[in-house]
């Protein structure tokens, strides 16, 4: 295991962190700004970026990013709640998906765009029901909790987070296979061959 990115996950990890960076302040987006694009993000890192230094530094640039969008820009601090703490496992769980993705299931063909798809819709799932369940039973924000409360909630909301973060894997796992066929396998891909 490798603790320091390689030169070129440096490169991935930091056009990764710009992403965050552009993105973050808007969940769903507008006209003038792309959706919140965190949760591939993590999915993605967690791919090219497992066993790097890297999980704990995007943890730290979303904490960061939302400190100063609450604090200095003034966005809503409605979400800061104590299951805010929640997003780290809720990250985690997007890194993991990418991770075990690139260790059991990888391989530069067509034929890992069905398991891929399967882990990174299992794993935004999931992380979602981390994040929106933790908001909803330990936020304090919600008088009178139930579980058909919860789900109700969990259907409004879940349709758009997970469609937004699957659009973006689909939007990286585009542009990795154009690089595999560009660059083929060994430049293409950061996390297994550099």
């Known amino acids: 295991m490798k603790f320091l990115p390689t030169p070129k996950q ?4 930091l ?4 992403l965050m960076l552009a993105t973050r302040y808007h969940h769903f987006g507008t006209a003038l700004h792309l959706p919140d694009a965190s949760m591939a993000i993590f999915f993605v890192a967690g791919f ?7 999980l704990p530094l995007l943890l730290l640039e979303a904490g960061l ?10 966005v809503s601090d409605f979400c800061v709640t104590p299951a805010y703490s929640m ?3 809720a990250y985690g769980v997007l890194w993991y998906g990418g991770a075990l ?6 391989r530069p063909s067509l034929s890992a765009a069905l398991p891929g798809g ?4 299992a794993s935004c799932l ?9 908001f909803y039973w330990m936020g304090g924000r919600e008088l009178n909790t139930s579980l058909a409360g919860w789900a109700g909630r969990f259907m409004q909301y879940m349709p758009s987070f997970v469609s937004v973060a699957l659009l973006y894997i689909v939007a990286f796992g585009v542009i990795h296979a154009l690089a595999v066929v560009a660059l083929g396998e060994r430049g293409a891909d950061g996390a297994h061959k550099a």
């Open 126 to 134: 999931l992380s979602f029901v981390v994040s929106n369940g933790s």
């Open 15 to 18: 056009a990764l962190m710009v």
């Open 48 to 54: 090219y970026l497992a066993g790097t230094v890297a």
């Open 101 to 106: 993705f690139a260790k059991k299931y990888y």
């Open 118 to 121: 399967l882990i990174a819709a």
């Open 65 to 74: 990013i939302d400190y100063i969008a609450i604090s200095l820009a003034g």
């Open 10 to 13: 440096s490169l991935i990890l």
């Open 87 to 89: 997003l780290v496992v």
